[in-house]
């Protein structure tokens, strides 16, 4: 009998246990439980994959003047077009990779296609160097260089296009999609949130450095063929990285496209333009629940901004519903969240314009700094001439060390001397600081132009004496333009904005950077038309910088930098900081 009892006892407790396991899989061992999506851990894949893609695209970019300069022959403002135009196009084109990824594809597979379409582009930039049948002949002087045929500008084109695709895809997803990764509900998700964008800046910084002092002199001092064939296994191994971490990351599904709801609000508020002001407080808002399929999107309440835009949603006529009280015609009647999704974006255009302007400043370095660089002073002892896109490493330098200083040195220091954690400086702030530097970045550099020229006219030469260590206040200054203005406006735009607006966002961001390219390739053509009237020597665009006075440029931009800093402050300013996280006004 007592065997009997024990038996069932075994018995009753293995059938609790088995019970308890499968009811209860929470109560596994730790080590068996499953590690929760996002966080840290996918951020490490995803700046990993960022790194990679950087350093290749980058690389390249930062080059592409000398190559196209020594390689195909051009030069002037055919030359600038071709980078500027190439380079705006780059940032211009992540429009469109927002709308793929928002209404079709979602985040993680527009990154794959990005990081795809660049390996392409890439790999046949790699072909243009290793092919002399892909390019001109090489000069016999200064002045005898043959043009490059149609040919060979297709076959450029083709690959600077998918290198563009793949920027178009890849920059408004990858920061979209690191946010992702975080609870912006939680004080601890934002303050992981904001360090995220410094530390994405600081790795794609790392990595410009690394492109810069390798990749660059490979190309420039060694092998064409050898330094763009690095940047194409650099893409290949980008792919590998993302793909290694695809189970570790929080997926959003597309929810639609932000576009189409942005042009119905604005047509359905047009449409109802016959509307007096305070109808608003008369007529009831349509205001449907959210889907619940979409427990991500947070509900955003209404506010009193930009009350023009809520006649989009004002029910007129109680036949704009059909009996379940859904609206008819979309693009007559918009929902209150679509209201209040376009007055988030709305809301940004001020500061983003500000931006612009100093991403201006910032552009000239990439071209019209390098080729001041070409009529200077290039070496270092009596052996070594520096590579001229080397300039730029100055820059990145300069913006790694201040984020250093900023995420590490400054709060360690504020809690040994004081007890406290040092106050983050706001978003309005740096980009103040961002255009002050903007503003000394065009003088110092008219400054050090006008003193290169006359001493290249004093000893008749084309190269002139003064050393290029003389570019380097005007380089530290670009960076620091990035360091404040650049970092605060991607985080304005992509953290201060609903989840459903990031990506968006994040293309509106590289959107500045591309209207600040073509702005730059416009003034270029511009002032070059207008200085050059009446048969006199046009500012800029020469072959010779010496025959113009591109210090004089330097100065107009200065001026026009100064003029952004009264607007900044006497208008945009103040919607910067009536928007908060996620899209709320504070």
């Not at 940032?91 to 794959?112: D, H, M």
């Not at 006529?317 to 007559?332: F, H, S, T, V, Y």
């Amino acid at each position: 009998m007592e065997g009997d009892k024990e038996t069932e006892m075994v018995k009753h407790d293995m059938e609790n246990a088995i019970h308890s396991h499968s009811s209860e899989p929470e109560t596994r061992p730790p080590f068996l439980a499953q590690r929760p999506k996002g966080g840290w851990r996918s951020i490490f894949y995803i700046l990993g994959n960022e790194s990679f893609e950087r350093l290749a695209s980058m690389s390249l970019i930062m080059n592409l003047p000398v190559y196209l300069k020594i390689k195909y022959n051009l030069y002037g403002v055919f030359l600038i077009n071709v980078v500027s135009i190439w380079s705006g196009s780059c940032n211009i084109l992540p429009l469109v990779g927002a709308f793929v990824a928002e209404k079709y594809l979602g985040r993680f597979r527009t990154l794959l296609l990005g990081c795809t379409a660049s390996f392409l582009g890439m790999g046949m930039m790699t072909l243009t160097a290793s092919i002399p049948q892909l390019r001109p002949s090489p000069c016999n002087s200064q002045t005898d260089c043959q043009q490059p045929d149609f040919g060979d500008l297709t076959f450029l084109f083709a690959a600077l296009g998918l290198v563009a695709i793949g920027a178009g895809a890849i920059r408004p997803c990858c920061i979209a999609f690191g946010a992702d990764q975080f609870q912006d509900t939680t004080e601890k998700g934002r303050k992981q949130m904001q360090s995220f964008y410094n530390w994405w800046y600081l790795s794609f910084t790392a990595t410009l450095i690394i492109a810069l002092m390798v990749v660059i002199y490979v190309q420039s001092k060694i092998s064409w063929v050898v330094g763009l064939a690095i940047p194409t296994a650099c893409l290949a191994l980008s792919v590998f990285i993302f793909l290694l971490g695809r189970k570790t990351y929080i997926r959003i599904e597309p929810q639609g496209s932000v576009y189409s709801n942005m042009a119905k609000v604005i047509v359905a508020a047009l449409g109802k333009g016959h509307l007096a002001h305070g109808d608003e407080n008369r007529l009831p808002f349509y205001d449907p629940p959210l889907d619940e399929s979409a427990p991500q999107v947070k509900k955003l309440a209404h506010t009193d901004r930009f009350r023009c835009l809520d006649r989009a949603a004002m029910i007129a006529d109680p036949d704009e519903l059909n009996d379940q009280g859904i609206a008819k015609n979309r693009w007559r009647l918009c929902s209150l969240q679509q209201v209040e999704l376009l007055k988030s974006l709305v809301a940004i255009a001020p500061a983003w314009v500000s931006g612009i302007i100093c991403f201006l400043a910032m552009d000239q370095q990439s071209v019209n700094g390098i080729l001041q660089v070409f009529q200077m002073d290039q070496s270092i002892g009596p052996h070594f001439q520096i590579p001229p896109s080397w300039l730029a490493l100055w820059s990145m330098i300069v913006l790694s060390a201040w984020i250093l200083i900023y995420e590490f040195v400054l709060p360690r220091a504020s809690l040994r001397f004081s007890g406290k954690q040092c106050k983050r400086l706001t978003i309005e702030q740096r980009i103040n600081i961002g255009i002050v530097m903007a503003i000394l970045c065009m003088i110092i550099a008219g400054v050090v132009e006008g003193k290169r020229r006359s001493l290249a006219l004093q000893n008749g030469s084309f190269v002139s004496t003064i050393s290029v260590g003389y570019l380097l206040p005007q380089f530290a200054l670009s960076g620091l333009i990035e360091a404040f203005a650049a970092i605060a406006m991607m985080e304005l735009l992509t953290s201060h904005v609903p989840e459903t607006l990031r990506t968006v966002g994040g293309a509106i961001f590289f959107l500045s950077l591309s209207v600040a390219s073509y702005l730059t390739s416009a003034f270029v053509s511009a002032i070059r038309g207008l200085t050059g009237m009446n048969g006199k020597t046009p500012w800029v665009g020469g072959r010779d910088l010496n025959e113009g006075r591109l210090d004089y440029y330097y100065y107009v931009i200065a001026g026009l930098c100064v003029v952004n800093l009264a607007y900044f402050n006497l208008f945009a300013k103040k919607f910067v900081v009536r928007v908060g996280v996620g899209g709320e006004v504070v």
